[in-house]
């Protein structure tokens, strides 16, 4: 667990060394709002969630 610009993250400490640096933004577009974020984790496909590659 660690605290940045008053927010608290909670993160699996192995999973943390595997991924950081991570960067955790909020954006509020016209398309919706959300959180973007960014790491060094390596993606397993490039397809996206829902597709059958």
């Not at 991924?19 to 959180?35: E, L, N, Q, R, Y």
Request: charged share 30%; proline share 4%; net charge negative.
């Amino acid at each position: 667990m660690f605290d940045e610009k008053g927010l608290t993250y909670l993160i699996e400490k192995d999973l943390y060394e595997n991924i950081k640096p991570i960067k955790v933004d909020f954006v509020d577009t016209p398309m919706g709002a959300g959180f973007n974020i960014e790491s060094n984790m390596k993606k397993e496909s490039e397809c996206g969630g829902s597709c059958s590659c």
